[in-house]
């Protein structure tokens, strides 16, 4: 019985570090972190020491114990990279100060009138070499009108309600990321400032976003403002998350800021915090998140969360729950992307995840590298990592050869023959390869009606360089092959006896001529067949080549066991993509030297007649190109 337990026991450990064993952890867990202070104005000191941990040239100044003026100081907090912080209304806050002589602050912006902060508090800020610049109207509504014109308004502008602070606070790292202010409106009219200012800047305003419930801004407001577009939900907390969805493409949700949406003063400085990464702020209630706010996070992966206060103002049991909430990623997708030689590539800012709710989302990735080197063809692999995801993510880029040269085309007819221009050309790429492109000729109607050379010109779609089509028109003329056998191999393919005449009119039509050990030695009248494509004489013992210069349509030569000394002949023949000279007696390749367009090139085997152990062939002539050869014999 003892043993059996043992047995159990042990088969119980095994299965079990196997099931761990081949469980890829790939998953890091959110981590939750609190910014806080005893007091509202030491937890903007806080945030401020978050944000700004080397100093600040700027700083907003806004009063801590009521709303309306400072609910525009977000997007001004963005333009001088600033942060918010609170004072008093008749001397300036302690921990303000310590904070302002840690910043090293050299300007601050004061948000409001002297009635809610006072001249005394500018006094004490020039004690401290401190320049300030007050922004301040009669009322809210023209305070957040000199702050929208110290930000600019030609991006659009945000307007929400200025008689409660929690919609205004929802809009401000947006506002700050799209660098818009926020304006503050009545509930039924517009002031007379505000419509005089709508009436000479209405053609500036590019969009205009409001932000209401159903009858905190009413209707006749939304109809002043220009290209308006209404962003609502039944409280503020819907809001919220409804304005984050809008402009999530804007934001990087993977840092979320949270902060209380019953008092304003954390959220104010945390709306100059979370615009610094162009994070959203998701505002709470003190013990629960709200259920628009819970499904938006479930929706979402989100590696870190920032609680602005204390316990007293969102309770620590929020942290625990915050902690669960968010989609984690079950797969990556790898990218697979291309781009041209030479061309300047970006690799992508996100990547696509599966979420263990099944769903998709996009996501940030960091890759290996800061720029692609795109001078060389070929396909490279890069490897990425994701916050919060232990596994990788691999970009495949496939980096495309480009047009070096459209090789021009050359062909001959007999006059009184027609000719069709050809729908394609061949061009070489930069990676020694040979590609085909459609091509439109500058006319498609040939009218050849006496002898000469006659050009054309095409063009390739999305390529600069020009095609170029020479034709040449030629009297009909009997061809003269000294060699029977030869004249024996073509006249059959054109259809003739032996005693038949063959004529260049015979022979145009003929792009492939393949003939292995037909004995023929001299390739005299060889040159009349200028559209020939393919040739291969293997096996014969040649002893005569005529200039094959006029050839130039030929992109395969095989001229093995041949018995070839000298190939001067072949000289001219640059369109040639493959051939093979191999197990012949040549010893000079200098007429290689231009071959450029060769991808395939067989010399093995190339001896002098007479025994030499001490003979090593110069392949040097091919040096330029050799790395392009995609199938070779030889070395260098």
């Not at 299965?15 to 867990?29: E, H, Q, W």
């Not at 781009?339 to 996009?362: F, H, M, N, R, S």
């Not at 393919?493 to 004995?519: M, N, P």
């Amino acid at each position: 019985m003892t043993f059996i337990k043992k047995y159990f026991f042990l088969v119980f450990i095994l299965v079990n570090l196997l099931i761990f064993a081949d469980t890829p952890m790939v998953n890091a867990s959110t981590s939750i972190n609190r910014i806080a202070g005893n007091d509202r104005y030491q937890t903007t000191v806080a945030i401020s020491q978050s944000g700004w941990p080397d100093g600040a040239a700027t700083a907003i100044l806004a009063y801590g114990e009521n709303f309306p003026d400072a609910l525009s100081a977000g997007p001004l907090a963005h333009k001088y990279n600033a942060p918010i912080l609170l004072t008093d209304s008749y001397s300036l806050n302690e921990d303000t100060a310590q904070e302002l002589k840690r910043l090293n602050v050299k300007k601050v912006f004061i948000v409001g009138g002297t009635a809610v902060v006072s001249k005394a508090v500018e006094m004490k800020l020039s004690s401290m070499s401190i320049t300030s610049v007050r922004l301040a109207g009669q009322d809210c509504y023209e305070t957040s009108l000199k702050i929208a014109q110290e930000v600019g308004i030609t991006k659009g502008v945000f307007v929400t309600t200025g008689l409660d602070f929690p919609d205004a606070l929802s809009i401000a790292p947006i506002a700050a990321a799209k660098e818009m202010p926020i304006i503050l409106v009545p509930r039924d009219e517009l002031t007379k400032i505000q419509k005089d200012f709508l009436s000479k800047n209405k053609t500036k305003i590019a969009n205009s976003y409001i932000v209401k419930g159903y009858s905190e801004i009413s209707d006749n407001v939304v109809n002043q403002f220009p290209n308006s577009e209404v962003i609502s939900g039944s409280d503020p907390y819907e809001r919220n998350i409804n304005l984050i969805k809008r402009f999530a493409s804007d934001l990087d949700l993977d840092t979320i800021y949270i902060a209380t949406g019953e008092y304003f003063p954390d959220a104010l400085a945390a709306s100059a915090l979370a615009q610094k990464g162009k994070h959203a702020l998701i505002l709470s209630k003190r013990d629960t998140i709200p259920n628009s706010a819970i499904a938006f996070i479930r929706s979402n992966i989100i590696s870190e969360f920032n609680i602005l206060g204390g316990n007293s103002v969102i309770n620590e049991s929020i942290d625990s729950t915050l902690k669960e909430l968010p989609a984690r990623i079950d797969s990556v997708s790898n990218v697979k992307d291309s781009v041209q030689e030479k061309q300047k590539y970006d690799p992508p800012k996100t990547v696509i995840v599966t979420k263990t709710d099944g769903l998709t989302a996009e996501v940030p990735v960091t890759w290996s590298l800061s720029s692609v080197n795109t001078l060389h063809a070929g396909t490279y692999k890069f490897e990425g990592t994701i916050k919060g995801y232990s596994g990788h993510v691999y970009l495949n880029l496939t980096i495309d050869p480009i047009v070096s040269k459209i090789l021009p085309i050359s062909a001959e007819i007999i006059l009184g023959d027609s000719y069709s221009l050809p729908d394609t050309v061949d061009a070489t790429m930069s990676g020694g390869t040979v590609s085909t492109f459609p091509v439109t000729w500058s006319s498609n109607i040939v009218t050849l009606n006496k002898v000469g050379s006659y050009t054309f010109q095409g063009k390739v779609e999305g390529l600069t360089q020009t095609a170029t089509l020479t034709l040449k028109v030629s009297e009909d003329a009997k061809i003269d092959f000294p060699d029977e056998r030869l004249k024996y191999v073509i006249g059959k393919k054109c259809g003739k006896s032996r005693s038949e005449a063959i004529y260049r009119s015979d022979v145009l039509d003929i792009t492939i001529l393949i003939s292995k050990r037909s004995g023929i030695e001299d390739l005299t009248g060889l040159e009349y067949l200028t559209n020939l494509r393919t040739l291969e004489l293997t096996n014969n013992t040649i002893t005569k080549i005529p200039n094959l210069t006029k050839l130039t349509q030929l992109n395969t030569l095989k001229l093995s066991h041949t018995e070839l000394t000298d190939i001067k002949a072949l000289k001219g023949l640059t369109s040639l993509t493959y051939l093979d000279l191999s197990d012949n007696y040549i010893e000079d390749f200098t007429v290689l030297k231009d071959f450029i367009n060769l991808t395939t090139l067989y010399l093995d085997d190339n001896e002098p007649e007479s025994d030499d152990d001490n003979y090593t062939p110069d392949y040097s002539p091919v040096r330029s190109y050799y790395k392009n050869l995609k199938k070779k014999d030889f070395s260098l």
